[in-house]
């Protein structure tokens, strides 16, 4: 079972131990190394080579390119200047026209490579559809930082030579100890409810990451140093023995656990790399992420503006096989505190394709496969219980949304039960979000739990190629405040409760309502029609366990939780 499935995708994984870079080289003193993302080879997309192969690293001279026209260095018509750009790496703007298109005219006027300036002020490099001409490209393609590449223009403009280095960057430096995502040993989750992390064990992070020598000479002296801290205050800081590390040697180092009495709020985890000798490429020294606690449990982190999960990325299977279902596992031994009320998920069509009127469904799986981890031979995705299911139309007008699914009534959970949380999509034309600046792999490894699960019609996979991890945001509230929702409108209280099945609910308004309950499994029990200021509910001879009212009037909408006892 233990299996992965090809896909499509906007920005594809970094090959295992790949540190593809985008450094200035020369002059010496604006040698850096540039924040990026690069056009990755796929079928059907890009046809660059895979700048994570050593084999097709290069470096280059770095020039302006521009077309002549109005538009000019977006070059979105036939290259200018190509006497200037052949030979040489190009320079020039993202907007108007595919990437792929201005990529195809810097080739044809004979660029070796292509470096394309983000045109948002502050915003990261962003992954790169390949559009229509993507398969006649066969060059590198890279993009940067719009301030960065205020910095290249302005130093090409004073006549300064600029020489770069595209691509994997292993072994070219002499000295060169880093740290890289897939080595790094994250946290169970990185947005976590504060009601599952309200008491000392209850959500412990045990710091840890490989420690790799990229460079071409052997290091002493490496050390692993890891803090978290809050707003400005640092709650850990542990550093590790010193190791020595062979050309092309890695060391998986960890440090003491760190635990509070309760979480609440954003913390900051750093981890930095130091190693006795001048480290001559500081770009991947440090790793450092967020870990939030409130109302939403994810494996991707949190923005910090909206307090929903970033994506990076959307992706869906290569080849549809029928409905596309994309998940992440959850497993918490106090699951009962909470219930879920909804997803955050990012949906998005290829333009000038629109998401109105698409469906997304969203599902809660109890996952009843019995199997100790991923290296269980019993391990299997077959045993689901489904819980929730609801179909959500999409409103959008746009390619692209961050939309939140609210659930009808909200999913209460069970201690030490196995979930899967997920979006499924019919149309094989939607992209769902994932996130590629964390990875799970060194987790996997260590704990040897799923993350992210998917299914590709009847066909399940513990993940993508390259294992992104889904970017659902599971939103959770306290299950001992399900009762009483929206203040001024309808509210509803129920005695005695724990009961014996027999439930009187009272309302604050005498209005005709409809009750709707469901069981802990999610399956309808009971509908009822009443009026007035209050109804009793007869769930005698069903099992013990927790139900879901949902009431619904004229006033608005309410939901009692229900222990039959």
């Not at 590449?149 to 292993?170: C, F, I, P, Q, Y």
């Not at 100790?372 to 391990?379: I, Q």
Request: hydrophobic fraction near 40%.
């Amino acid at each position: 079972m233990r299996t992965t499935i090809a896909f499509l995708l906007l920005a594809p994984f970094m090959a295992a131990r790949a540190q593809v870079a985008c450094d200035i080289l020369a002059p010496d003193y604006l040698h850096a190394s540039l924040d990026h993302t690069w056009a990755k080879p796929a079928n059907g997309s890009w046809n660059t080579p895979d700048m994570a192969q050593v084999a097709n690293r290069l470096t280059g001279d770095l020039v302006l390119a521009y077309d002549g026209s109005s538009a000019d260095s977006l070059c979105c018509s036939s290259i200018a200047n190509p006497g200037a750009v052949n030979g040489r790496i190009a320079l020039l703007y993202r907007g108007s026209c595919e990437y792929a298109l201005k990529a195809k005219h810097a080739q044809d006027a004979g660029a070796i490579a292509v470096i394309i300036i983000n045109n948002v002020a502050g915003a990261a490099p962003v992954p790169m559809g390949a559009g229509s001409q993507g398969q006649l490209v066969n060059i590198p393609v890279f993009q940067i930082r719009a301030q960065d590449g205020a910095l290249l223009r302005e130093a090409l403009d004073s006549g300064v030579a600029l020489t770069m280095l595209l691509g994997n960057k292993n072994g070219y430096y002499a000295s060169d100890i880093g740290l890289q995502k897939q080595g790094v040993l994250l946290p169970g989750s990185l947005a976590h409810p504060r009601q599952l992390a309200a008491n000392s064990g209850e959500y412990v992070v045990q710091p840890g990451a490989w420690v790799y020598n990229f460079g071409s000479e052997a290091r002493s002296g490496v050390e692993l140093r890891a803090t978290i801290s809050q707003q400005s205050t640092t709650l850990y800081d542990e550093s590790s023995a010193t190791v020595d590390l062979a050309v092309g040697d890695s060391a998986f180092i960890t440090l003491p656990e760190f635990d509070q009495a309760a979480y609440d709020g954003r913390y900051i985890l750093s981890y930095t790399v130091d190693v006795t000798d001048a480290d001559e490429h500081l770009a991947d020294n440090t790793f450092t992420l967020p870990l939030d606690f409130g109302g939403t449990y994810a494996l991707a982190p949190l923005s910090h503006d909206t307090n929903i999960p970033q994506t990076t990325v959307g992706i869906k299977p290569a080849t549809s096989n029928g409905e596309y279902e994309s998940c992440v596992h959850f497993r918490d031994a106090n699951a009962s505190r909470v219930a879920v009320t909804g997803f955050d998920r990012y949906v998005s069509i290829n333009a000038p394709a629109i998401l109105q009127n698409e469906v997304i469904i969203s599902r809660v799986y109890q996952w009843l496969d019995v199997f100790t981890g991923l290296s269980d031979p019993a391990f299997d995705i077959s045993n689901l219980v489904q819980v929730h299911s609801q179909e959500h139309i999409l409103d959008a007008t746009t390619s692209s949304v961050e939309t939140y699914l609210q659930f009808g009534a909200p999913v209460v959970l069970e201690d030490n039960m196995r979930y899967l949380f997920c979006t499924a999509v019919l149309n094989p034309a939607i992209f769902l979000g994932y996130n590629e600046d964390v990875h799970y792999r060194t987790n996997e490894a260590v704990y040897d739990q799923p993350t992210s699960p998917n299914r590709n019609g009847s066909s399940w996979f513990v993940g993508f190629t390259g294992r992104p991890v889904a970017s659902i945001g599971a939103r959770m509230i306290d299950a001992s405040t399900i009762g009483i929702e929206e203040p001024g409108a309808l509210r509803v209280g129920a005695s005695p409760n724990p009961g014996n099945g027999r439930f009187q609910l009272v309302f604050s308004h005498a209005l005709p309502v409809l009750v709707s309950v469901t069981d802990p499994t999610g399956r309808a029990v009971l509908s009822q029609r009443g009026s007035g200021d209050r109804l009793v509910l007869d769930l005698t001879g069903q099992s013990p366990g927790v139900y879901v009212a949902a009431i619904e009037s004229a006033n608005g909408r309410a939901v009692a939780r229900l222990v039959v006892e």
